[in-house]
């Protein structure tokens, strides 16, 4: 599974024989590419494994991300780097289920929450958002929320824990409508309060799931369905409570409409035990039921790329260094129409020059194998794709430009100079590599020059992978000194000269051309913007 071993022979093969185009609009009806966004410690890893063990994929808990992987730190990212391996934070899961195809694509989750976090948020056509019973809306999700709301993905809700005591049921659906305005729509209702999980109500059948526990979760679960009859004789007094609340729930419209979830004013909300692989089918069968599939991509030019057009993706993610000796980058693309065939020779849409894919990857866990045949919502792996940037079009035949994947709200700020003054050079490459790829953002001024820049992050990891990849991968050891900024608005280059002149205030230039003005905090922000009317401030995604 390393990157040598993947690599084919050298010469040119050229593209297989093409398939029909009608392959591809039949093929993306089948797929359900969707990310899970929580906050850390909901059971995020531990849902994924459960999908992937209910669909077969591995047959006991545990394989996909293993111990050391679960609790992904600096140091072990570094390690499966050094070793070529893929990081968890890339791992791309792909599964049948029923007629089903789905890709579930991961997101960094921990200490190493970052911008490659929304950029997946891009790539995807759903989310499920997974909340902890007992903690409601946390911090992080809220963010990721928020990214899904701008770029318009439609949301499917999962009560995790159960098992454990947490809030009310009830207490938990007020909570998410009043905070992030978005209904549930309850799938199913728990029987039993939070830490005495009976089973579930499922409220479109009106049957009784029970809930059964197994040694550890590492086995799939047992299904045991009832007549609402034989439910009300097996819990009594939880079973009556259930089916009022349910009833309640109907009378307040809180039932599932299938065009309010696509336009994110409704969530179907599921309950569910992770660890013990409760629920997990019940939120398969709602992705392959409700989940959308992929649809005709918007282009820059307004109009939308069809499934059955020919081949084109864009990339959400470019990660490089994990074969230093090489210098290889791998770009994942996600493919919005055509059949994508390995070996295909695409355009670059930024650069209008040819792009071999005779070593697309396919992305399992942390395995990398080789890909022969991809569909609009899958995700493929492009290795040495040293001339592509995150946002970038790929196409064959017909021309294509996707829009560009909105740069996030950097919340952490630091500048990096050269510890060696000597290696300029190196160091100035190395600045530069990190922001084409997207690493962090650079931001530069004519007060602080070119060799002090500043760095801008969306989490203080991507200060450390790039502290890291400078020395190792560059040759220039940096030294990092953060700032205090917390917040950044989009704001006009001529507003240098105000903000120059106020505490707790700077402009910087990122190398877009975008000016940013970057802030203390909130409160210094709104006392700059009354006393200053004319300042523009514009908003980034994602942010503060
Ligand atoms: P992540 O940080 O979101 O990936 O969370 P993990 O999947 O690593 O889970 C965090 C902790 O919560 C672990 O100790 C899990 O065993 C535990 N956990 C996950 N799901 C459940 C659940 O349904 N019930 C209980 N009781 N614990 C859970």
């Known amino acids: ?30 797929r359900r590419t969707f990310a899970v966004i929580s906050h850390p410690d909901a059971g995020k890893s531990t849902l994924t494994e ?23 730190t600096v140091s072990d990212w ?18 049948g289920y029923r007629d089903a195809v789905i890709n579930l694509l991961d997101t960094p989750g921990h200490a190493d929450f970052s911008e490659d976090t929304y950029r997946v948020l891009a790539a995807v056509d759903g989310a499920v958002m997974l909340l902890d019973a007992a903690k409601g809306l946390e911090p992080q999700t809220l963010k990721l929320f928020e990214v899904c709301r701008a770029g318009k993905v439609p949301i499917i809700t999962v009560i995790n824990k159960w098992d454990r005591p947490g809030k009310e049921p009830l207490e938990l659906l007020d909570e998410i409508e009043s905070t992030i305005g978005l209904k549930p729509t309850p799938v199913n209702w728990p029987v039993g309060i939070a830490g005495d999980f009976r089973g579930l109500l499922d409220r479109r059948t009106g049957e009784y799931v029970k809930f059964t526990r197994t040694s550890g979760g590492a086995t799939v679960a047992p299904q045991e369905v009832f007549k609402p009859v034989e439910a009300a004789e097996l819990e009594g007094v939880a079973w009556e409570t259930a089916v009022e609340e349910s009833e309640l729930l109907e009378a307040s419209g809180a039932d599932h409409d299938q065009d309010a979830y696509i336009a994110e004013e409704t969530s179907p909300l599921l309950f569910a035990s992770a660890v013990q692989n409760f ?12 989940a959308p599939a992929p649809a005709p991509r918007p282009t820059v030019k307004g109009d939308r790329r069809e499934l059955d057009a020919p081949f084109s993706a864009f990339v959400f993610k470019v990660q490089a260094g994990m074969d230093t000796a090489h210098r290889d980058r791998v770009a994942y693309a996600r493919v919005c129409s055509g059949v994508f065939e390995r070996g295909m020779v695409v355009t670059h849409a930024a650069s209008g020059k040819p792009f071999h894919t005779k070593y697309a990857q396919a992305l399992f866990g942390r395995e990398r194998s080789t890909l022969e045949t991809a569909y609009p919502g899958d995700v493929i792996g492009l ?7 995150v946002g970038d079009s790929l196409y064959v035949d017909k021309a294509v430009e996707f829009p560009a994947i909105p ?19 190196q160091f100035r490459r190395g600045v530069e590599q990190l ?3 997207g690493v962090v953002q650079v931001l530069r001024s004519d007060l602080r020059g070119d060799q002090a820049p500043v760095l801008a992050a969306v989490g203080p990891m991507q200060f450390e992978v790039s502290a ?27 507003a240098a000269d105000t903000l120059s002149r106020l505490p707790g205030a700077e402009l910087m230039m990122r190398s877009d051309g975008t000016a940013l003005a970057l802030f203390l905090n909130k409160w210094r922000m709104m006392t700059i913007s009354r006393e200053h009317p004319g300042l523009r401030l514009d908003p980034l995604v994602g942010g503060a």
């Open 50 to 72: 459960a999908l992937a063990l209910h669909a077969r994929v591995i047959q006991e808990a545990g394989a996909v991300h293993g111990k050391a992987g679960r609790r992904g």
């Open 1 to 30: 599974s390393s990157t040598a071993e993947v690599r084919g022979p050298d010469e040119d093969q050229g593209p297989g024989p093409a398939l029909l185009a009608g392959d591809a609009a039949g093929e993306a009806a089948r």
């Open 279 to 290: 629920g997990v089918k019940q939120l398969l069968d709602v992705l392959v039921e409700l």
């Open 435 to 437: 922001d084409q790829e």
């Open 78 to 95: 570094m390690e499966m780097e050094r070793n070529r391996g893929i990081s968890i934070t890339s791992s791309v899961l792909q599964f």
């Open 468 to 494: 890291y990849r400078m020395e190792h991968e560059f040759n220039s050891p940096v030294m990092m000194e953060p700032l205090e900024y917390t917040i950044a608005r989009i704001t006009d280059p001529d």
């Open 407 to 425: 740069s996030f709200a950097p919340e952490h700020f630091s500048v990096m100079r050269a510890k060696d003054v000597g290696r300029y050079k």
């Open 383 to 389: 290795v040495n794709a040293n001339a592509l940037r």
